[in-house]
């Protein structure tokens, strides 16, 4: 009897661990979710220089990211954007920023993320997450290990989510930051200083019915 | 010179008048709320700021400009 009753606690527990690392929406198993460019899906990054600082943005970010919905440590996937779709609002720091003084645009054209697998998954209720997301960015020819602070938001399908787009909705939200001499970039822009830690952010909304 | 001053003075105050911005810039972001997902994205709106570049730039043709009339008119008078 003792033995029944411990078993049956190990399993309770053992399972609220594992719903812990997930969510809890109507799908199940493993489910593919593509994020097309576009729309709110944007990467930006911000950095200070001694006189005014800079920001980029682009909304040419897309990709793929695959979880089991019970269990998301086992995320994978890439997101990617073309160099050239940054922009700063000023014409002549965008030709900068694309030239092989800065991020190199013709050798370089794309900057990525691909992920690996995600650590410290706190539930905030059934259908959201916070998550440290671990994958190799790419940037400027060089991959590093890098750890971007998530917050994952699962929206099952609905009639409100269809006037979004078909099928479930995922919402991603990532920081993280970069050191431009880890990537052989150079601190100057425009003839200023920029910082070297550079603040990078990604907002994301992909469907799980929707093809790239 | 005064004519040059004067077209000095309106530019800076052109360029204070829009912030007093380093850069010139002909877009600039602005926050939309993802009412779905309660989240904050931005966009690009076009928008000119007049930057202290284009400032310096007009500054510097001015100058150049007043300085040229001033070696003209100085020589007409020697003559």
């Known amino acids: ?212 | 010179m005064a004519a040059g001053l004067l077209v000095i003075a309106i530019v800076f105050a052109i360029w204070v008048s829009y912030g007093g911005e380093l850069f010139t810039k002909t877009q600039i972001l602005v926050e939309k709320k993802d009412e779905l997902f309660g989240t904050t994205y931005k966009e690009w709106k076009d928008h000119f700021v007049w930057g202290l570049d284009y400032t310096l730039y007009i500054t510097g043709a001015t100058v150049f400009v007043c300085g040229i009339l001033f070696l003209v008119f100085r020589r007409k008078k020697a003559f």
């Open chain 1, 1 to 212: 009897m003792k033995n029944i009753l411990q078993t049956l606690f190990l399993t309770i527990v053992f399972a609220a661990l594992t719903f812990a690392q997930g969510f809890q929406v109507k799908a199940s198993g493993e489910q593919t979710f593509n994020f097309k460019a576009g729309g709110a899906n944007q990467a930006s990054f911000y950095s200070t220089t001694t006189l005014e600082d800079v920001q980029g943005l682009t909304r040419e970010i897309s990709g793929s990211i695959i979880f089991d919905v019970n269990d998301f440590s086992t995320v994978h996937g890439e997101i990617s954007f073309p160099v050239l779709s940054l922009n700063t609002g000023i014409e002549k720091m965008v030709k900068d920023l694309r030239s092989d003084s800065w991020l190199d645009a013709e050798k370089y054209p794309e900057i990525s993320f691909k992920v690996k697998k995600a650590v410290n998954i706190k539930k905030v209720s059934e259908s959201k997450i916070e998550a440290d997301v671990i994958g190799d960015f790419f940037l400027h020819g060089v991959t590093r290990e890098d750890t971007a602070s998530t917050t994952i938001t699962y929206l099952d399908e609905s009639p409100v989510t269809q006037q979004r787009m078909p099928g479930d909705l995922l919402g991603v939200q990532a920081e993280f930051f970069i050191n431009l001499s880890d990537y052989n970039i150079k601190h100057m822009l425009l003839g200023k200083r920029v910082a070297e830690k550079i603040d990078i952010k990604v907002n994301l909304v992909g469907s799980n019915k929707v093809s790239l």
